[in-house]
């Protein structure tokens, strides 16, 4: 058994060689500068209650669901929060997910059949491209954020094409022109699905509804374990395409269905939003702060994630260890994750950073670039 284990061994141990090893440990204890929690829901103490007591009057929530949403996990407390959400984005149906990663698995593995082309930006989410190992779809990428190159390799397509971007990239901490994006597959009638996990509650809505792009859009991607502080997703799309997923979706179809805890704290959520503005505003003026300290990064100036390039792992890995060793927690993204010499410091901000721990930040970093 060891020697046919071999193999595994010596991928670990060039990942260890390397200092890229993952490894799961407890969360750390310090300020919060690598989570998605942008605007601090997920310890919102006041949302929090309001949860508790949806708990406290509804104990029926926390039970299990029973099986997929085609057996009996389908209960009426799934159907009235997707019902809810529709209504919310102004969109025709909604169908949710346990997670954005199973969303997109579902999205790109069955709309795209074999006759037809998947075209990506380069820095799209890991979920879409093991999606498209799953579709039987010829798969390209095109040059990130580049609407030339993306027409240049449309312009050669004759089939079916579905083109795939981020509102906001994870990595990079960057927009994409969905606007003239938009504009480019409409013109080439290809179908443009529009992931929104890092925008959604950051911008309002999402970038989709702030430039009413709705009609434009096949599906969008809104995830609730981010800014929301929730878990799960929905995909926004046309009655068909839900129908359509209902039916052919693997990921859906075979999934056991979450909690109901799960969709009431979504619905809760969107509520909250409504009702609290203070920790978007919190945010922006947080990230105001971040860049007047003058980091040099390829990120958007109004992004909450900021990427800080250190073109060497064993450099970043210093960097990341000296600032656990003053308390702050910080993510840092290796290479071949990313590709060698762009190997960066992940930094998220949030609505409850304050103005000294983002300079306490800063001021380390600059002693390392």
């Given at each position: 058994?060891?020697?046919?284990?071999?193999?595994?061994?010596?991928?670990?141990?060039?990942?260890?060689?390397?200092?890229?090893?993952?490894?799961?440990?407890?969360?750390s204890?310090?300020?919060?500068?690598?989570?998605?929690?942008?605007?601090?829901?997920?310890?919102?103490?006041?949302?929090?209650?309001?949860?508790?007591?949806?708990?406290?009057?509804?104990?029926?929530?926390?039970?299990?669901?029973?099986?997929?949403?085609?057996i009996?996990?389908?209960?009426?407390?799934?159907?009235?929060?997707?019902?809810f959400?529709?209504?919310?984005?102004?969109?025709?149906?909604?169908?949710?997910?346990?997670?954005?990663?199973?969303?997109?698995?579902?999205?790109?593995?069955?709309?795209?059949?074999?006759?037809?082309?998947?075209?990506?930006?380069?820095?799209?989410?890991?979920?879409?491209?093991?999606?498209?190992?799953?579709?039987?779809?010829?798969?390209?990428?095109?040059?990130?954020?580049?609407?030339?190159?993306?027409?240049?390799?449309?312009?050669?397509?004759?089939?079916?094409?579905?083109?795939?971007?981020?509102?906001?990239?994870?990595?990079?901490?960057?927009?994409?022109?969905?606007?003239?994006?938009?504009?480019?597959t409409?013109?080439?009638?290809?179908?443009?699905?529009?992931?929104?996990?890092?925008?959604?509650?950051?911008?309002?809505?999402?970038?989709?509804?702030?430039?009413?792009?709705?009609?434009?859009?096949?599906?969008?991607?809104?995830?609730?374990?981010?800014?929301?502080?929730?878990?799960?997703?929905?995909?926004?799309?046309?009655?068909?395409?839900?129908?359509?997923?209902?039916?052919?979706?693997?990921?859906?179809?075979?999934?056991?269905?979450?909690?109901?805890?799960?969709?009431?704290?979504?619905?809760?959520?969107?509520?909250?939003?409504?009702?609290?503005?203070?920790?978007?505003?919190?945010?922006?003026?947080?990230?105001?702060?971040?860049?007047?300290?003058?980091?040099?990064?390829?990120?958007?100036?109004?992004s909450?994630?900021?990427?800080?390039?250190?073109?060497?792992?064993?450099?970043?890995?210093?960097?990341?260890?000296?600032?656990?060793?003053?308390g702050?927690l910080?993510?840092?993204?290796?290479?071949?994750?990313?590709?060698?010499?762009?190997?960066?410091?992940?930094?998220?901000?949030?609505?409850?950073?304050?103005?000294?721990?983002?300079?306490?930040?800063?001021?380390?970093?600059?002693?390392?670039?």
């Amino acid at each position: 058994m060891l020697n046919r284990l071999c193999y595994f061994h010596e991928a670990l141990d060039k990942r260890k060689a390397d200092q890229t090893l993952r490894i799961l440990k407890p969360r750390s204890e310090g300020v919060d500068f690598y989570s998605n929690d942008y605007l601090g829901l997920a310890r919102n103490k006041e949302l929090r209650n309001l949860l508790l007591k949806q708990i406290i009057d509804h104990p029926h929530l926390l039970s299990g669901s029973t099986g997929s949403r085609l057996i009996s996990g389908n209960s009426k407390e799934v159907i009235e929060t997707e019902k809810f959400i529709s209504k919310e984005h102004k969109s025709s149906s909604s169908l949710l997910f346990s997670s954005g990663y199973n969303a997109n698995l579902a999205l790109f593995s069955t709309l795209p059949n074999r006759h037809d082309t998947i075209i990506v930006d380069e820095k799209i989410h890991r979920s879409v491209h093991d999606a498209c190992k799953m579709s039987n779809a010829k798969k390209l990428k095109f040059k990130h954020n580049d609407v030339d190159d993306l027409e240049k390799i449309l312009k050669r397509q004759n089939g079916k094409c579905y083109v795939a971007i981020e509102s906001l990239y994870s990595m990079d901490g960057d927009f994409a022109p969905i606007r003239e994006i938009a504009e480019i597959t409409k013109k080439y009638n290809a179908f443009l699905i529009i992931d929104e996990a890092h925008a959604f509650g950051v911008f309002g809505y999402g970038l989709v509804e702030k430039y009413q792009l709705q009609t434009k859009v096949l599906a969008t991607v809104i995830t609730y374990g981010k800014a929301l502080g929730s878990h799960g997703a929905a995909i926004l799309c046309d009655e068909v395409i839900k129908s359509y997923l209902v039916n052919f979706a693997s990921p859906f179809i075979y999934t056991t269905a979450a909690q109901d805890i799960q969709w009431r704290s979504i619905k809760t959520g969107y509520e909250f939003l409504k009702t609290n503005k203070n920790p978007s505003s919190g945010l922006q003026q947080n990230i105001k702060v971040f860049h007047q300290q003058n980091i040099k990064t390829p990120s958007s100036e109004n992004s909450p994630i900021q990427a800080v390039l250190v073109s060497d792992n064993h450099r970043l890995k210093d960097l990341q260890d000296t600032l656990l060793s003053e308390g702050f927690l910080t993510y840092a993204v290796f290479s071949p994750t990313v590709k060698q010499g762009t190997e960066r410091l992940r930094i998220c901000l949030h609505s409850f950073n304050t103005e000294e721990e983002i300079i306490g930040l800063t001021t380390i970093i600059k002693g390392f670039i």
